[in-house]
């Protein structure tokens, strides 16, 4: 090889292992810099109130725990929701619907993924925040009903992607031997496809717990955001992300301003151990 | 003699794949290598131009060497220049994997990893190896289609020409007509026969009849071991 | 099976479709429905001319030109600055990394694409803080910033989309590719980037898609609600999706709330256009794939 090549190839290689090291480095360094900003936070006395129900700023109390309920109280339900409604779909859409109609339904499902949150919310602050209200007789319409409703819808396409390529993943070979055997499509289902895909399922799963945890808008704009531990469910409740949103209009060197961070690394670190789980599920032998 | 193997063994993964082969290829002839599939035809072909599989752990042991315009060349030094080997012992495989690219860029590509850079050397080899290979007359109109497009016998003399460019001392043929029909195939025979002029040629085969007809000279592989028949 | 089951299970499946499929025609029309009737050269322009406004020859009020310009500017922005980076790393993890390394950066690019946008966007916000006590208060929230917390945000994706795209070559081209005497690094700039490229530009258009509809992430890195259009890297902007939530929360009046359904519908057409023009590039050059 001429020396001009293998500088050529030096550069190249090298080009390539900077970048794998500015990603490496990016993902450490938005824990790490979250981490250094909310350390006067992390200090002995104000970590005590950190974790507890009283959000007094100007007291200097800054407890997240209704902001923690309130991030369970809106994902977990939301969650449990989409979840079977998806694989419902995924069925629907791989298996029970006529074949005509499948790609179109895999096909809104995917172009459902491209829709922008924030057109959600607006939508729904205008057409079900006044339902919720009507429904519930009380409060304002502005609860965890309608953001839990809401963040089911979001998530749900997310899931759905993953459960059917799931499910497609399933050889050919056993789908046409249960055919073969007489199988109707509801049992191929049962029988073939459920069991085969408990672990990409329990992926989806967390996936979608994941999204629904890390949103912002939908918690933002409809579920209240009351600094209080989720009560009722037409109710208000504040969630970790939503806080910071609200949080952030305050004065910067403020400790009250310096909890986000902290409700940063929280974040943060929830959503990197629901990424080792479902990592174990859908990867499967390499994890 | 162009290429020397002398007690050749390739083990992998604690499998013995060839045992103490030795093998001697005359300049400007065909040797041919038979023998039942899956034993190590290929591999024994991947030696000379070092294109085993990138698996970690092919221990290989005694010596292999090649004459390139008179130099002798060790083909297992660790450090030997693998893209300069590789157009001096150009392969062509089975399949003909044609690039979805045009079918000039198909041949010319090979001159471009040389680092040829004038448009009109480049045109002219790319012209002289697509004669070489049979294809010149059938593509001489349409070199900026697709190379996708054409039938398989013309993929393959694609890949033929692809091998070809570089003007390469040695040609290793890896079953080049085994999925092709009867009119490909010997329309590639034909072009071989006529490449041993000016090119050292190592056919592997598991065809007897296309042995026959071709080879100047056969090995047969079998249980690791070569053996000379011819 | 009994007949019985099959059917709750079928029905169940068809209902859960008809659900999600109701819930999304629902939200979805009423803004298609409310948000057409207010389609017009005064919403984008406001009671500027649009020839001016187009060319920046006129400031425009109560339009939405300048949340369109300002969010066009920050997706193209935010890509081109993670094309790079991104390209390269799945460049990287398909071909050069090997072992734990790459155990490791797979790790955190599967971690990267599961942090929530506010926590980037919180990232972009203390990265700002850093910069502007660094200059002396001469950097802050604006575009620029936005646009690296935006790129960080869809780094994760193009890494993916990339590396997948690359480890799709078969084996035998790559055999193939070798033999002709190619290095790594020619093989993979003159035959495998090529190959990928449709994959890739998929890649970039979805990435686009994902920018122009953030709103949490840029809420922290500078838009704002009324900036005109963007004027300079390192200073304010507005965005659709801002602009959006901003109405939401509080409009003065009809005329107000009906501009937000304007541009609710117009950022919904844009990403469904853009992920329109994305499955069209799928078809287009993987017939076989979905």
Not at chain 1, 103 to 122: D, E, N, Q, R
Not at chain 3, 74 to 100: D, E, Q, R, Y
């Amino acid at each position: 090889m001429t020396s001009r090549r293998r500088l050529h190839e030096w550069a190249g290689e090298g080009a390539a292992a900077s970048a794998a090291l500015v990603t490496f480095g990016l993902t450490l360094a938005i824990f790490g810099f979250l981490g250094w900003l909310a350390r006067p936070l992390l200090s002995g006395e104000t970590l005590t109130t950190l974790f507890t129900s009283v959000w007094q700023p100007a007291r200097g109390q800054f407890g997240i725990l209704p902001m923690i309920w309130g991030t369970l109280a809106v994902a977990l339900p939301a969650t449990l929701i989409a979840f079977p409604v998806s694989l419902g779909f995924a069925c629907f859409a791989t298996h029970l619907a006529p074949p005509r109609v499948r790609s179109l339904l895999k096909g809104i499902a995917g172009l459902m993924t491209g829709i922008p949150t924030v057109v959600y919310g607006f939508s729904a602050v205008f057409l079900l925040v006044p339902l919720v209200r009507e429904m519930a007789g009380r409060g304002s319409g502005f609860s965890i009903t309608a953001a839990v409703l809401v963040l089911a819808l979001l998530i749900s396409p997310t899931m759905i992607l993953v459960l059917i390529s799931a499910f497609e993943a399933v050889p050919r070979a056993w789908q046409e031997s249960f055919d073969a055997m007489g199988a109707t499509p509801e049992e191929t289902v049962w029988h073939l496809l459920f069991p085969l895909a408990t672990r990409p399922m329990a992926g989806a799963l967390l996936l979608g717990l994941g999204r629904a945890t890390g949103d912002t808008l939908i918690a933002l704009m409809l579920a209240g955001n009351a600094v209080m531990a989720p009560a009722d469910p037409f109710g208000p409740a504040r969630t970790l992300t939503s806080h910071i949103a609200l949080v952030m209009a305050a004065d910067f060197d403020s400790l009250e301003f310096r909890s986000v961070f902290a409700c940063g690394i929280l974040l943060y670190l929830i959503i990197f151990g629901l990424t080792l789980l479902v990592r174990r599920f859908t990867r499967g032998p390499e994890a | 003699m162009k290429i020397s193997i002398s007690n050749l063994s390739f083990r992998y993964d604690s499998k013995t794949i060839l045992n103490a082969v030795s093998m001697e290829v005359p300049e400007g002839s065909l040797t041919a290598i038979t023998g039942p599939s899956g034993e190590g035809k290929s591999t024994l072909l991947s030696v000379i131009n070092r294109l085993w599989r990138p698996e970690e752990g092919a221990r290989v042991t005694g010596s292999a060497m090649a004459n390139f315009k008179g130099i002798t060349t060790n083909l297992l030094e660790p450090h030997l220049d693998l893209p300069s080997l590789r157009r001096n012992a150009a392969m062509v495989f089975q399949n003909p994997t044609p690039l979805p690219f045009s079918i000039y860029k198909n041949v010319s590509l090979p001159l471009t990893f040389a680092g040829v850079k004038k448009k009109d050397e480049i045109t002219l080899k790319v012209k002289r190896a697509l004669n070489r290979a049979g294809l010149w007359d059938e593509v001489k109109e349409r070199l900026s289609e697709p190379a996708t497009r054409l039938s398989g016998g013309q993929q393959q003399r694609l890949a033929l020409a692809r091998a070809l460019v570089t003007e390469p001392e040695i040609l290793l043929l890896d079953e080049p007509t085994s999925s092709l029909d009867a009119v490909s195939r010997d329309r590639i025979e034909a072009q071989l026969m006529e490449l041993k002029k000016s090119c050292t040629l190592l056919l592997v085969s598991h065809s007897e009849s296309q042995v026959t007809r071709l080879a100047d000279r056969v090995y047969q592989l079998k249980g690791g071991r070569l053996e000379r028949r011819l | 099976m009994k007949p019985f089951q099959r059917v709750l299970l079928r029905g169940g499946a068809g209902l859960s479709t008809l659900i999600l499929l109701s819930g999304l025609f629902v939200f979805l029309g009423n803004i298609v429905l409310k948000g057409l009737p207010t389609l017009s050269l005064a919403l984008i322009f406001g009671e500027a001319s649009p020839i001016d406004a187009l060319f920046l020859k006129e400031r425009v009020f109560d339009g939405l030109l300048p949340a369109i310009y300002g969010t066009v500017c920050l997706i193209l922005l935010s890509v081109a600055l993670a094309l790079p980076t991104g390209l390269l790393t799945g460049i990287w993890l398909s071909h050069f990394g090997k072992g734990k390394a790459k155990a490791v950066l797979s790790l955190c690019i599967d971690t990267l694409a599961g942090v929530p946008s506010i926590v980037v966007g919180l990232f972009g916000f203390s990265l700002a803080i850093i910069l502007h006590k660094a200059t002396a208060g001469e950097i802050g929230p604006s575009l620029f910033i936005a646009a690296t917390t935006l790129s960080v945000l869809v780094l994760p994706g193009i890494v993916r989309n990339t590396q997948l795209a690359l480890e799709a070559i078969g084996l035998e081209t790559r055999l193939a590719v070798t033999a002709m005497g190619a290095t790594p690094v020619q093989a993979i700039v003159r035959v495998y980037l090529p190959m990928a490229s449709p994959g890739i530009f998929r890649g970039a258009i979805l990435a686009l898609g994902r920018c122009a509809e953030d709103t949490a992430a840029i809420m922290l890195t500078g838009v704002v609600a009324t900036a005109g259009v963007p004027y300079a890297l390192f200073g304010r902007f507005e965005a659709l999706p801002f602009a959006i939530f901003a109405i939401a929360s509080e409009y003065a009046g009809p005329e107000e709330l009906a501009q937000g359904y304007g541009a609710a519908l117009i950022l919904l057409l844009l990403c469904a256009g853009l992920f329109g023009i994305s499955a069209l590039i799928a078809r287009r050059f993987h017939p076989d794939n979905r």
